[in-house]
Nanobody, 114 residues
Framework: QVQLVESGGGLVQAGGSLRLSCVVS????????MGWYRQAPGKERELVTS???????YYAEFVKGRFTISRDIAKKMVYLQMNSLKPEDTAVYYC????????WGQGTQVTVSS
């Protein structure tokens, strides 16, 4: 069983930064991919970034150069550093982990004001 809990969301002005954290319960060793999705009001959930067990990363075009995914395996944490935030980044951000099936966190709200 994998449980994920996000934190770090909040309200920030455009151009600002936030760091989201996701803590994993259980072992990370059987997790093949972790990452972050987001869902804005009225829109579908979209993949933001991911990191494989081997450390390979993927970034959606709309966050390249602004967001960075990282992890601390010893602490069982995954992070999303978000810089140069834009109002269009406003969404609920969900941590996910692929371990057989996809596991989701409860989400954390990020609001970027203009």
């Amino acid at each position: 069983q994998v449980q994920l809990v996000e934190s770090g969301g909040g309200l920030v002005q455009a151009g600002g930064s936030l760091r989201l954290s996701c803590v994993v319960s259980g072992s990370m060793s059987a997790i093949s991919v972790m990452g972050w999705y987001r869902q804005a009001p009225g829109k579908e959930r979209e993949l933001v970034t991911s990191i494989t067990s081997g450390g390979s990363t993927y970034y959606a075009e709309f966050v390249k150069g602004r967001f960075t995914i990282s992890r601390d395996i010893a602490k069982k944490m995954v992070y999303l550093q978000m810089n140069s935030l834009k109002p269009e980044d406003t969404a609920v951000y969900y941590c996910y982990a692929a371990r057989g099936s996809i596991h989701w966190g409860q989400g954390t709200q990020v609001t970027v004001s203009s």
